[in-house]
C-alpha cells in the first residue's frame, strides 16, 4: 500500500511539474511576443525613414500596423496569464535598431531586408511550437497570428532579392 501511494505521489508531482513547465512556457511566449512586437514596430518605423525604397518604406509601414494590432491582443494573452508585459523590446533587439538606426538608403535597404528575413524565420518557428500549447489562449493567438508573420517573411524575401514592393 505504501509503494502505490509513493508511486502516485510521483505521478502528481510529475503531472504538476509538466503543467506548471507549459505554464512557464506560455509565460516566456508572451513576454518574448511583446518584446518582437515592440521591436517591430520601431523597425517598421526606422524602415520608413531610413529606407531607399519605396518597397522598403511600404514594408515598414506593413510592420508597423501589423505589429501594433498584434501586440494588443499579446497584452492580453499575458495579461491572462498573469505576465507583467514588458515595455519595450529587449537588449538584443535594441542593439539591432541602434546598429540600423546608423543606416540608410540602400545600404540600410539590404541590411533591413536580411534582419527581416532572419527574424522572421526565427519568429515563425516560435509562434509554431507556441500553436501547440495546451492553453487556448496563447494557442489561438499564435495560430491567428501566424499567417501575417509568413507574410512579413514571403516580402522580407522578395525585398532581399530585389523585387521593390511590399503587398499589402
Known amino acids: ?13 510529475a503531472a ?7 505554464q512557464g512556457a ?9 518584446e518582437g512586437n515592440l521591436a517591430e514596430v520601431q523597425m517598421g518605423q526606422l524602415a520608413q525613414q531610413n529606407g531607399a525604397s519605396q518597397g522598403v518604406k511600404d514594408f515598414g509601414q506593413m510592420l ?10 499579446a497584452q492580453s494573452v499575458a495579461q491572462s496569464l498573469n505576465v507583467t508585459p514588458p515595455s519595450g523590446p529587449n537588449s538584443k533587439q535594441k542593439k539591432d535598431y541602434d546598429k540600423m538606426s ?3 538608403g540602400a545600404a540600410f535597404d ?5 534582419h527581416m528575413v532572419a527574424d522572421h524565420k526565427k519568429d515563425i518557428a516560435a509562434y509554431q511550437k507556441a500553436a ?16 501575417t508573420l509568413q507574410k512579413h517573411l514571403q516580402t522580407a524575401q ?3 532579392k530585389g523585387g521593390g514592393s511590399a503587398k499589402q
Not at 508597423?64 to 491582443?73: E, I, L, M, S, W
Open 110 to 114: 539590404k541590411a533591413f531586408a536580411q
Open 26 to 34: 506560455d509565460q516566456k511566449f508572451a513576454k518574448e511576443a511583446i
Open 16 to 22: 504538476t511539474m509538466s503543467t506548471a513547465f507549459a
Open 1 to 13: 500500500m505504501r509503494t502505490i501511494s509513493i508511486v502516485a505521489a510521483g505521478i502528481i508531482a
Open 64 to 73: 508597423a500596423t501589423d505589429h501594433g494590432q498584434a501586440n494588443t491582443k
Open 132 to 147: 501547440k500549447s495546451k492553453n487556448q489562449t496563447v494557442a489561438g493567438y499564435a495560430n491567428e497570428t501566424l499567417p
Open 102 to 104: 546608423k543606416m540608410n
Open 158 to 160: 522578395s525585398l532581399q
